[in-house]
């Protein structure tokens, strides 16, 4: 038999390495996917809080990150709502209103639908390598990809248009922020593409 002291020993190095182990895995995936993304302590930062969602699957991951930025894309869009009807003077309000503001806000709103959209296409991709994947992966690929260029024409519409200058500073900040984590997600959603 076995000295009790030393079962006990084994029982305190050995299960907490076990379970550490388990628990890091997520964490894991998440470092070692996010390095390949362009932005990626933005990336680990929004994902760390979501390994039990992740469920240690690049799908899982792909998704969380879709879902990430689709949240942070419709809280952008609510921020610019509120910029834009902030503005005390009527003629400044009714200048942001049909500006660059409005086109930025119709087009953030677009992008916000098309990450959605690919989180179902994420979500109807059924068995790996089989035809219905192949096309569902393609499919949330061109999602992202326009999600992304309604972003850069949001961003492109606020640089052009003088009248957006008093809203321009804050509102550029956070389209900026929401094309990092965009071109995060489409970076993690390619990853699931054999081809790449």
């Not at 949240?71 to 009527?90: E, H, Q, T, W, Y």
């Not at 409005?102 to 990450?115: K, P, Y």
């Not at 999602?143 to 957006?164: F, G, P, Y």
Request: aromatic content about 6%; overall charge positive.
């Amino acid at each position: 038999m076995e000295n009790p002291s030393r079962l006990i020993l084994l029982f305190f190095v050995l299960i907490p390495c076990f379970f550490g182990l388990t628990f890091s895995a997520p964490a894991e995936l998440i470092h070692s996917s996010c390095e390949v993304t362009q932005y990626p302590t933005l990336c680990e930062k929004y994902l760390s809080v979501y390994p039990p969602a992740v469920q240690r699957s690049p799908r899982q991951l792909a998704k969380a990150a879709l879902n990430v930025t689709a949240n942070r894309a419709l809280a952008v869009s609510n921020f610019i709502k509120r910029m834009s009807a902030s503005g005390k003077d009527p003629t400044e309000r009714k200048s942001h209103d049909g500006g660059a503001v409005r086109d930025c806000l119709d087009t953030l709103n677009d992008s916000v639908d098309r990450l959605r959209q690919s989180v179902t296409e994420m979500e109807r991709m059924g068995r790996y390598g089989t035809r219905s994947f192949k096309w569902h992966l393609s499919n949330a690929q061109t999602w992202v990809s326009a999600a992304l260029t309604d972003q850069n024409t949001c961003l492109d519409s606020l640089l052009q248009d003088k009248s957006a200058a008093g809203v321009r500073v804050p509102i550029r900040r956070q389209i900026v922020a929401v094309l990092q984590l965009t071109s995060n997600a489409l970076a993690l959603v390619n990853r699931l593409d054999s081809r790449n």
